[in-house]
């Protein structure tokens, strides 16, 4: 018998709802989530600190404003250099990796969860988890939303907007909804 976290890890059906061990792991998340947005701008050194505390790794010279939310905040994974604006919602039931040098506009949304499209099911509270990718150098516009599944190829442009439904290959404009390619760029 596995546990709904052991089942959440496996990108198996699980119960997100009820189970009493993820609801406090979210609740204590939220707690921290709420001291870190509350920090005052100034407050570098302690802001560092807080979302090193929240975030699984969180490489050098990282930005992300506020207001920041998030699930776990342990299945997140910046690298070096990442910028994320303001407004930006990462749901971490499935790890999220971001690369390096990787730049994330406002209002935007990286959704790991999946429901079922049975009613009777997603009464029950059932979903599950998959992983997002995004790799070094990529330009995501304001609030873009990214589901489950997908990865964002290296040195890819993602336009304001966005629905990304699907993986992103490298070095490419994508925008719409759902996005698609518009251009191919030149690997620099």
């Not at 979210?26 to 090193?52: F, G, H, W």
């Not at 910046?78 to 604006?85: K, T």
């Not at 971001?98 to 059932?126: D, K, M, W």
Request: glycine share 10%; aromatic share 10%.
């Amino acid at each position: 018998m596995f546990t709904e976290k052991e089942k959440r890890d496996k990108g198996e059906w699980y119960d997100a709802n009820n189970d009493p061990a993820l609801l406090k792991e979210m609740s204590d998340c939220q707690s921290r989530l709420y001291e870190y947005n509350m920090l005052r701008p100034d407050r570098i050194r302690e802001k560092t600190v807080a979302l090193r505390g929240i975030l699984g790794k969180m490489g050098e010279r990282c930005t992300v404003h506020p207001s920041f939310r998030c699930d776990y905040g342990y299945n997140i994974f910046l690298g070096d250099d990442v910028f994320i604006n303001y407004d930006t919602v990462i749901l971490d039931g499935a790890p999220v990796t971001v690369g390096n040098h990787v730049f994330i506009g406002p209002q935007c949304g990286f959704y790991t969860a999946i429901h079922p499209f049975s009613v009777s099911e997603r009464n029950l509270g059932l979903e599950r988890a998959l992983p997002i990718t995004i790799h070094d150098n990529v330009w995501i516009g304001g609030k873009v939303c990214i589901l489950p599944g997908v990865t964002v190829g290296e040195g890819a442009v993602i336009g304001a907007d966005s629905v990304v439904t699907r993986d992103v290959p490298p070095y490419s404009v994508v925008a719409g909804n759902p996005a698609r390619v518009i251009k191919t760029l030149e690997k620099q």
